[in-house]
């Protein structure tokens, strides 16, 4: 095969040898591609050389399915002479219709099932078989995905995985467009919407590809659909209450979806080595995840910043969970680093090698840089919380919720002398609203919005009535606990 190409030598061997790599083809396939003979090579001691590498398409056809179907049940196509009346002209083309509506719902099958094109399936259908059933011509084939599929020529499978990404691509970009957009005005906001139209014309004309021939009117519209769904879910609030998404949320669902997908990437072309170096710490970050976020940090954070004990916040079991999760959304940022590098090792970048590089005490520095981000971001978390009730506790408004813990308005009214109230941590004035975190262990915790502190006082010796309006007085009736 290589007389009077390479140089004749007894002492050499010529192997075909071929290569499987998960990921994206491109210029750079090739050189993975070597590279991965070269250190099998060094791996064996071996002294081999790579003379030729061909990138060899592997890609598997989409034949379109059909469904073998009789046709004695559909009336002549010849119409009777003379030529027929309107009435018999209406009766032929209603039995016409029943005859389609029959086929389509399958009352007529034989069972056999074909692919291929409209003639190769028709011929398909039509052909004797090996076990003994004769050839017919009483039978017809038809789509099992639609009239519209008769005359669409599919592409194969990772092209067509390939083309769905990519108007995903355009498509969630148009979004992300159009949400900054919703937040602009003057000049910026139009620089905007153009951008959106840019990446809807994208889409698009991605969508009107998406078949080898055939289906583009049917791909285009199928598009503008998704891309209707996508503007509306975005940008049109889904209740009064509800807000409409802003770009920071879409940034952390963007930063989501890219994690998710590099992490599938990277597991899918995972070797013994990168189980080891790759996996070990993941499950570590995973378990201290666990193990941090069962002891509800954010309600310790958030009780932190009004000087209340967490046990005094008696917080439902579900709130806690829901806590935790939102802290294990926070610590999924140490997913971040193998995520890139699943990503970078799937379009076979040239400057990259596998993570026999990298070792097990690089890569738990890398986590504890990012669990440290993470503390960051859960104690700015619970701070912004906190703030935001302090600053509506001393415009005396109503106060927003954390996690199951919902500070309300609320008048005391104590129920024995002065001398017995057992107040701990501030004075108790009973004119004057209070914001209550709920009552725990036989006290309630009360928060001052005038002193900004909190104390607490034992239920048994208060009467707690809703505040009408945080902004009167409760308007208490001199009692006796206040007199010398």
């Given at each position: 095969?290589?007389?009077?190409?390479?140089?004749?030598?007894?002492?050499?061997?010529?192997?075909?040898?071929?290569?499987?790599?998960?990921?994206?083809?491109?210029?750079?396939?090739?050189?993975?591609?070597?590279?991965?003979?070269?250190?099998?090579?060094?791996?064996?001691?071996?002294?081999?050389?790579?003379?030729?590498?061909?990138?060899?398409?592997?890609?598997?056809?989409?034949?379109?399915?059909?469904?073998?179907?009789?046709?004695?049940?559909?009336?002549?196509?010849?119409?009777?002479?003379?030529?027929p009346g309107l009435r018999v002209r209406l009766r032929r083309k209603c039995a016409f219709v029943r005859a389609h509506v029959s086929e389509r719902r399958g009352r007529h099958d034989t069972g056999t099932f074909v692919t291929g094109t409209p003639s190769e399936a028709r011929r398909?259908?039509?052909?004797?078989?090996?076990?003994?059933?004769?050839?017919?011509?009483?039978?017809?084939?038809?789509?099992?995905?639609?009239?519209?599929?008769?005359?669409?020529?599919?592409?194969?499978?990772?092209?067509?995985?390939?083309?769905?990404?990519?108007?995903?691509?355009?498509?969630?970009?148009?979004?992300?467009?159009?949400?900054?957009?919703?937040?602009?005005?003057?000049?910026?906001?139009?620089?905007?919407?153009?951008?959106?139209?840019?990446?809807?014309?994208?889409?698009?004309?991605?969508?009107?590809?998406?078949?080898?021939?055939?289906?583009?009117?049917?791909?285009?519209?199928?598009?503008?659909?998704?891309?209707?769904?996508?503007?509306?879910?975005?940008?049109?609030?889904?209740?009064?209450?509800?807000?409409?998404?802003?770009?920071?949320?879409?940034?952390?669902?963007?930063?989501?979806?890219?994690?998710?997908?590099?992490?599938?990437?990277?597991?899918?072309?995972?070797?013994?080595?990168?189980?080891?170096?790759?996996?070990?710490?993941?499950?570590?970050?995973?378990?201290?995840?666990?193990?941090?976020?069962?002891?509800?940090?954010?309600?310790?954070?958030?009780?932190?910043?009004?000087?209340?004990?967490?046990?005094?916040?008696?917080?439902?079991?579900?709130?806690?969970?829901?806590?935790?999760?939102?802290?294990?959304?926070?610590?999924?940022?140490?997913?971040?680093?193998?995520?890139?590098?699943?990503?970078?090792?799937?379009?076979?970048?040239?400057?990259?090698?596998?993570?026999?590089?990298?070792?097990?005490?690089?890569?738990?520095?890398?986590?504890?840089?990012?669990?440290?981000?993470?503390?960051?971001?859960?104690?700015?978390?619970?701070?912004?919380?906190?703030?935001?009730?302090?600053?509506?506790?001393?415009?005396?408004k109503n106060t927003p919720p954390y996690f199951g813990v919902e500070p309300e308005w609320t008048c005391v009214e104590p129920t024995v002398a002065k001398a017995r109230l057992n107040v701990r941590g501030g004075e108790l004035h009973p004119g004057r609203p209070y914001l209550s975190?709920?009552?725990?262990?036989?006290?309630?915790?009360?928060?001052?919005?005038?002193?900004?502190?909190?104390?607490?006082?034992?239920?048994?010796?208060?009467r707690l009535l809703p505040a009408k309006d945080p902004r009167a007085a409760c308007g208490f009736p001199t009692r006796k606990w206040e007199q010398p």
């Amino acid at each position: 095969m290589t007389e009077g190409v390479l140089t004749p030598d007894d002492a050499s061997r010529l192997y075909c040898v071929e290569v499987h790599l998960f990921g994206a083809r491109n210029s750079r396939t090739v050189g993975a591609a070597v590279w991965r003979v070269q250190r099998l090579a060094r791996t064996a001691k071996l002294e081999m050389y790579v003379r030729r590498c061909d990138v060899l398409d592997t890609d598997r056809e989409q034949l379109t399915e059909w469904e073998a179907h009789t046709v004695g049940h559909r009336p002549p196509l010849r119409p009777p002479r003379p030529a027929p009346g309107l009435r018999v002209r209406l009766r032929r083309k209603c039995a016409f219709v029943r005859a389609h509506v029959s086929e389509r719902r399958g009352r007529h099958d034989t069972g056999t099932f074909v692919t291929g094109t409209p003639s190769e399936a028709r011929r398909l259908a039509r052909m004797g078989v090996p076990t003994g059933a004769p050839p017919r011509s009483d039978v017809d084939v038809r789509a099992l995905q639609g009239r519209e599929h008769h005359h669409v020529v599919k592409r194969r499978e990772e092209d067509l995985s390939r083309r769905h990404h990519r108007i995903f691509a355009w498509l969630f970009a148009m979004t992300f467009c159009a949400v900054v957009a919703s937040h602009q005005s003057g000049p910026r906001m139009w620089v905007w919407c153009v951008l959106a139209a840019t990446c809807l014309a994208g889409g698009a004309w991605s969508g009107s590809r998406i078949y080898l021939s055939g289906g583009r009117g049917l791909s285009v519209f199928t598009v503008l659909v998704a891309a209707t769904v996508l503007l509306a879910m975005t940008l049109i609030p889904a209740s009064s209450k509800a807000r409409a998404w802003t770009p920071g949320q879409l940034a952390v669902l963007t930063a989501v979806v890219i994690t998710l997908i590099g992490v599938r990437l990277l597991i899918r072309q995972w070797t013994l080595g990168e189980w080891l170096t790759w996996a070990a710490p993941l499950v570590f970050t995973v378990l201290v995840s666990l193990v941090v976020a069962s002891g509800s940090v954010l309600h310790t954070l958030y009780a932190d910043e009004f000087g209340i004990d967490p046990a005094d916040l008696e917080v439902p079991g579900i709130w806690q969970a829901l806590a935790a999760a939102k802290l294990l959304s926070f610590l999924s940022l140490a997913l971040f680093v193998p995520a890139g590098w699943g990503i970078a090792k799937h379009v076979h970048a040239s400057f990259l090698r596998p993570a026999e590089y990298l070792n097990v005490p690089l890569y738990v520095l890398v986590q504890a840089m990012v669990i440290g981000l993470v503390a960051v971001l859960a104690v700015n978390n619970a701070n912004d919380a906190a703030t935001a009730v302090k600053t509506a506790a001393e415009k005396h408004k109503n106060t927003p919720p954390y996690f199951g813990v919902e500070p309300e308005w609320t008048c005391v009214e104590p129920t024995v002398a002065k001398a017995r109230l057992n107040v701990r941590g501030g004075e108790l004035h009973p004119g004057r609203p209070y914001l209550s975190f709920g009552v725990a262990g036989g006290d309630v915790v009360l928060w001052d919005a005038d002193a900004a502190a909190s104390f607490k006082a034992p239920i048994g010796q208060l009467r707690l009535l809703p505040a009408k309006d945080p902004r009167a007085a409760c308007g208490f009736p001199t009692r006796k606990w206040e007199q010398p």
